[in-house]
């Protein structure tokens, strides 16, 4: 029993000493530590606390506690606001009798611009800043449209004006007039209209052009319209007494002998042309000389015009600009031909620079003939590359 119990106790002291050293209580076999000499610490000043009121609890509602809370709070000093100065006043009397009344547009969400598009209301506000309120929006006038290149127009009434030096057209239906091009028939167009002075209805056909923004009208051909009157003097059978055809001179043939029937035996035989026609003689041969040797130059400038519609394939050359206008030199050394305005003579112009890049084309048209000068109108045009043009 005793022997029991002291095994109990030097189990004990072995676990007690086995939990000293984990719990820092018995101090390790350790190197001796130095003393090291304290300097006393002053304590930190504290201030002192403010008492804090207790909350107040009280049976009033919450609206008036915070409304007492804002009576007791001081009244808060806002600075006053600054006025701007008002403009000085016109102390003479404004006359307001002779002011136009202006109508008033109520602007709804489904009108708003008083019932007009926007585009108008800016019309209608310059019309307003001009002090004229009541004009009703207009639109600006915009050109007709130009016809296309090479349309044809046949059997169409027009009529002859002038515009500075050139001699226009009104073809019915149309509202942009077109410029006639120099040609034969103008000649003869404007000798009957006077220049457009006598406003002689023609009926014409022609190819319209475009050239920079106007067309131009290539004659064709042309007519006067037939006008039937009713005050012709009649003869005793009740016919005309002269045609009323209209020549290409535009002169009036006058009937002189009524013209015999094939049945009418009672005419003259000189009447009725029964003579026989004399054979025509036939003219001598002509003694052809050789013509003296010019040079190019002097040959082109006293050269005769060409025929009108003459025909012009394949030539080469160059064009120049002189006199406001485009000639085409030809490398031949034939006389410079002015170029009527179409589509391709623009591109011509276009890719030489009005000739100021020494390019060479390779043309064909169709020659005109107008008051003793030549000029070309373009069917073809082709640029000639430079290693052509060096062979």
Not at 126 to 132: Q, S
Request: contains cysteine.
């Amino acid at each position: 029993m005793k022997t029991g119990t002291a095994w109990i106790w030097v189990g004990l002291v072995l676990a007690v000493g086995t939990c000293l050293p984990a719990t820092g209580l018995v101090a390790e076999e350790a190197a001796p530590m130095q003393m090291i000499p304290m300097t006393p610490v002053e304590p930190p000043t504290v201030a002192p606390a403010v008492a804090t009121p207790a909350p107040v609890h009280s049976s009033q509602p919450e609206a008036s506690m915070r409304r007492e809370v804002l009576e007791s709070l001081p009244p808060e000093t806002v600075p006053p606001a600054s006025v701007p100065a008002a403009a000085p006043v016109d102390p003479s009397p404004v006359d307001e009798s002779d002011a136009p009344v202006r109508p008033i547009r109520e602007n709804t969400p489904e009108r708003p611009f008083g019932g007009r598009r926007p585009s108008q209301q800016i019309a209608v506000t310059a019309a307003v800043a001009a002090g004229d309120s009541d004009t009703p929006p207009r639109a600006a006038p915009t050109a007709p449209p130009l016809i296309r290149e090479g349309m044809r127009f046949a059997e169409r009434r027009a009529k002859v004006s002038r515009e500075g030096d050139l001699t226009v057209l009104l073809l019915d239906g149309l509202s942009r007039p077109v410029v006639l091009m120099r040609t034969k028939p103008l000649e003869r167009v404007e000798e009957l209209s006077d220049y457009g002075r006598k406003g002689t209805e023609f009926v014409v056909s022609g190819i319209v052009s475009e050239y920079r923004g106007r067309n131009y009208f290539l004659l064709d051909s042309f007519r006067i319209p037939r006008v039937e009157s009713d005050d012709r003097p009649y003869d005793e059978t009740g016919e005309p007494a002269w045609d009323v055809s209209a020549s290409p001179g535009g002169t009036v043939a006058a009937a002189t002998t009524p013209a015999a029937g094939p049945r009418d035996r009672t005419a003259a035989p000189e009447a009725m042309n029964l003579s026989v026609p004399e054979a025509p003689a036939v003219p001598e041969p002509e003694v052809r000389r050789p013509s003296p040797v010019r040079p190019p130059a002097e040959a082109a400038a006293g050269a005769e015009p060409l025929r009108q519609d003459k025909r012009l394939t394949d030539r080469k050359g160059r064009i120049v600009r002189k006199n406001e206008q485009t000639l085409f030199v030809f490398d031949s050394g034939d006389k410079p031909l002015v170029m009527l305005p179409n589509a391709k003579l623009q591109q011509v112009e276009d890719t030489a620079d009005f000739g100021r890049r020494p390019v060479r084309f390779r043309i064909s048209g169709t020659v005109m003939e107008y008051r003793g000068e030549n000029y070309l109108m373009l069917t073809k045009m082709v640029v000639v590359p430079k290693e052509i043009e060096k062979l």
